[in-house]
C-alpha cells in the first residue's frame, strides 16, 4: 500500500507510537494508526495487542486512513473518536467546513456552496482540508457518511434502508457499494458481527466520545442552575430536553437525553426516534453544548498561570458549556441582565410556556418547547404588550424583539459559517446588548474560546481587589482560552460556597 505518499501532514513517529503504547487518552481523536500487515486502523486507546512499530503509519484524521486503503477497527471503532475545536486561521477554515459537513452531511448542497458559505475559493478550502486532514473535502465527507452508518449500524436496529438515509446517502445501491468497497464487508454482515443490541421503544441511543478528564460534574451543575423547566432537566446527574430543528419546510419535535460514561470516555446520547431525519444535526448540537471535541491538555497548560493569582483554582478537564439552541441561549442571556440566575430561569420558563409549542415526552417535566426566532419577530407590535404580562421589562422585549428581526432577516448569524468575532460585534448594536451580554453569548452560543465578560460580578468577586481595566489585562495572558478561564473562576466561587456549607454542618 502506498500509504505515507497520500498522508501529507507530517507525525512525529515515535511520538505518535509512544502515545499508542501507552493506549494515551489524550490523543483520541489527534491521529489514527494504520497497520500494514492488517490493512486496518486504529485510534491510539486501541485495547488490541501493540502492533509492531514498523507496521504503523500515522494519519491525522479518518478520512486519510480511509484514502491509504485502511478499514476501520471494529474493536476501537474510530468512529467514536472527539473531534478536533477550531484553533488558528487555516484549522478555523478546515475545523467549520468540518463541522458543517458533519451538521447536515451536505445533503443539498456540494463542496463549492461550502465554499461559497464560508467566503472562501474552493481550491483555498481544499488547501485548508488538506492542511489540516490530508484529505479533500469530498473525502472527508464520504468517510464522515460512512462512519456515520456504521455507528448506526453496530449500536441500533434501524434496517440498513434506514441506516443509509440518516447517514445521507440519496442511493441504497451507492451505499452498498461504498461500503463494501471501504470496508470490505457488506453492511448487512457488519450487523451481524456486532452483539444483538436491546431494543428501546422510547429512543435511540448512540455514544460520542471525548478526550478525559472531563468535569462532569462541574458541566452539569452549571447546566442544572440554569436550566429552563419544561424544556431542560438535570435528574440524577442526566441532562434532558425538548428539541425543535426545522429543516427545510420540514419541523421535527422531540427529545433528548446525556449521559456520562467516564469508563468508556463518552456520552451516551438518547434521543426521540422522531429525530432521526436530522440525527446529525442533533448530535452536531450536542458536541456544541457538552463540549466535545475540547483539547484538555492544551487548555489547562495555558490557564495553569491562573493559579499564581488564586490558589489550586485550575480543574483538570474543564468544558465551556455552549448550547443546544443559540437564540434560546440569547434570550436567556438577555433575561439575565442584572438579575439572579433564578430570577431568569423564571422569566425564560414563563417565556416557553407563553410562546413554546406544547409536546408530550417520556418525561414529566418535559412538556414544551422554546420559540423560535421567528415566531417571536411575527408577533404584533409592540412587543411589550405580549412579554410585558410575563414580567419581562420592555427594554428587554425590544432587545429580544431585535435579535429575533436579526436573526430571521439574515443580518446576524449563529451558524457554523459565521465568523464569532464578527457577529459579537455585530450584537453589540443591538439596543440593550452591552458587553456582558455580547460575551456570554460570544461563549455559550457562538462556542468562541476567547470571549471574557470581564465586567461580570462573578470575575469581579473570584478576582476580588482588582479592577475591571487590571482584570483585562491580566486576561491577556490566557488568551485563546479566555472562555475556560471564565467558566474556572465562576466554578471557584462554587467550590467555596461548598466549602463554606461543609464547614457549616460541622
Not at 446529525?280 to 456544541?288: C, D, E, K, M, P
Not at 433575561?335 to 439572579?340: A, I, S
Not at 414544551?368 to 410585558?388: K, M, Q, R, S, W
Not at 490566557?478 to 466549602?499: D, G, H, N, Q, V
Request: hydrophobic share 40%; with cysteine.
Amino acid at each position: 500500500m502506498a500509504k505515507k505518499e497520500i498522508q501529507p501532514i507530517l507525525l512525529d513517529d515515535k511520538a505518535c507510537y509512544a502515545a499508542l503504547s501507552a493506549h494515551d487518552t489524550r490523543f483520541d481523536g489527534r491521529f489514527f494508526v494504520g497497520v500494514s500487515s492488517t490493512g486496518i486502523y486504529c485510534r491510539p486507546v486501541c485495547p488490541v495487542k501493540l502492533p509492531k512499530e514498523e507496521n504503523c503509519s500515522y494519519f491525522v484524521s479518518a478520512a486519510a486512513a480511509e484514502a491509504a486503503g485502511y478499514r476501520p477497527c471494529l474493536r476501537c471503532r474510530p468512529e467514536l473518536a472527539p473531534g478536533l475545536a477550531p484553533a488558528g486561521a487555516v484549522a478555523r477554515i478546515a475545523r467549520k467546513a468540518a463541522f458543517i459537513m458533519e451538521e447536515d452531511c451536505l445533503t443539498d448542497h456540494k463542496i463549492s456552496d461550502l465554499a461559497h458559505m464560508l467566503g472562501i475559493t474552493d481550491r483555498h478550502l481544499r488547501r485548508a482540508f488538506s492542511a489540516e486532514y490530508g484529505v479533500s473535502p469530498v473525502q472527508y465527507l464520504q468517510t464522515w457518511k460512512l462512519l456515520l452508518a456504521k455507528n448506526l449500524l453496530t449500536d441500533t436496529q434501524l434496517s440498513v434502508t434506514e441506516v443509509a438515509l440518516i447517514a445521507g446517502f440519496g442511493s441504497i445501491r451507492r451505499f452498498n457499494d461504498l461500503f463494501k468497497k471501504h470496508y470490505r464487508f457488506t453492511p448487512s454482515q457488519l450487523r451481524g458481527i456486532g452483539k444483538n443490541v436491546p431494543e428501546n421503544q422510547e429512543g435511540i441511543t448512540l455514544p460520542l466520545g471525548y478526550r478525559p478528564p472531563y468535569a462532569w460534574d462541574q458541566l452539569i451543575s452549571f447546566l442544572a442552575a440554569r436550566a429552563v423547566p419544561g424544556v431542560e432537566s438535570v435528574r440524577d446527574g442526566v441532562y434532558r430536553r425538548t428539541v425543535t430543528i426545522q429543516n427545510g419546510e420540514a419541523s421535527y419535535q422531540g427529545w433528548v437525553s446525556v449521559a456520562n460514561m467516564p469508563k468508556k470516555n463518552s456520552l451516551s446520547v438518547t434521543l426521540a426516534p422522531v429525530l432521526l431525519p436530522v440525527l446529525s444535526r442533533v448530535l452536531a448540537r450536542i458536541r456544541g453544548l457538552f463540549d466535545v471535541n475540547s483539547s484538555p491538555l492544551e487548555i489547562s497548560e495555558k490557564l495553569t498561570i491562573m493559579n499564581a493569582l488564586v490558589p489550586d483554582i485550575c480543574m483538570p478537564g474543564i468544558r465551556l458549556p455552549g448550547c443546544f439552541d443559540p437564540f434560546e441561549m440569547s434570550v436567556r442571556a438577555v433575561l439575565g441582565q442584572q438579575v439572579t440566575v433564578q430570577a431568569a430561569r423564571t422569566l425564560a420558563m414563563r417565556f416557553a410556556a407563553a410562546f413554546g409549542k406544547k409536546i408530550l415526552t417520556p418525561f414529566e417535566e418535559l412538556n414544551v418547547t422554546f420559540p423560535g426566532p421567528d415566531l417571536i419577530y411575527g408577533l404584533e407590535a409592540p412587543i411589550e404588550n405580549h412579554l410585558g404580562p410575563l414580567g419581562i421589562t420592555g427594554a428587554r422585549a425590544r432587545s429580544i424583539f431585535a435579535l429575533a428581526e436579526a436573526l430571521v432577516t439574515g443580518s446576524i448569524s449563529f451558524s457554523q459559517r459565521a465568523d464569532p468575532e464578527q457577529e459579537m460585534e455585530k450584537l453589540l448594536k443591538l439596543p440593550g446588548f452591552g458587553l456582558w451580554t455580547v460575551q456570554y453569548i460570544g461563549m455559550r452560543a457562538l462556542n468562541w474560546p476567547d470571549a471574557f465578560p470581564h465586567t461580570d460580578y462573578g470575575v469581579k468577586k473570584a478576582l476580588f481587589g482588582m479592577t475591571p481595566k487590571e482584570i483585562l489585562d491580566v486576561s491577556q495572558a490566557w488568551r485563546p482560552w479566555r472562555s475556560y478561564a471564565t467558566i474556572t473562576l465562576w466554578s471557584s466561587l462554587e467550590k467555596k460556597i461548598k466549602i463554606k456549607k461543609g464547614l457549616g454542618k460541622l
